[in-house]
């Protein structure tokens, strides 16, 4: 049986979610646009037409065409399928600068919490 609080939540969310689109419609589409370049680093591998590091010498610095639709590089590697697994690398990156700029912050706030909440026990 649904729960008929959990089932307003829901609809209380998604009307806050409709509310901020219709008021910042910019970031609205900024986080949709995140969100699908996302979705294809994590489903590279399944939606890359070809292999990024596939080398294929009769196809070099060829315009973009049906086979290959951003055309190929200097060694015929497709250029479609290597931004799509490019993005992976890029996500991996900003995940990892995030992290590492805040996880040591986190650390020092932490620290002096506990040392304040230990010092005003001490009175």
Do not use: F, N, Y
């Given at each position: 049986?649904?729960?008929?609080?959990?089932a307003s939540e829901e609809r209380s969310l998604l009307n806050e979610l409709a509310a901020f689109a219709r008021r910042n419609t910019l970031s609205a589409v900024g986080?949709?646009?995140g969100l699908l370049i996302?979705?294809?680093?994590v489903t590279a591998p399944w939606?890359?037409?070809q292999d990024p590091l596939k080398t294929n010498f009769r196809r070099m610095n060829k315009p973009p065409d049906t086979?290959?639709?951003f055309g190929t590089d200097q060694?015929?590697?497709d250029t479609l399928s290597r931004v799509i697994h490019g993005a992976r690398t890029s996500l991996f990156v900003a995940f990892a600068c995030s992290c590492?700029?805040?996880c040591p912050w986190w650390f020092v706030a932490t620290t002096a919490a506990v040392k304040t909440t230990?010092?005003?026990g001490e009175r």
């Open positions: 049986m649904p729960d008929p609080g959990r986080g949709v646009v996302m979705a294809m680093a939606i890359a037409p086979q290959s639709l060694v015929g590697r590492h700029s805040t230990s010092r005003s």
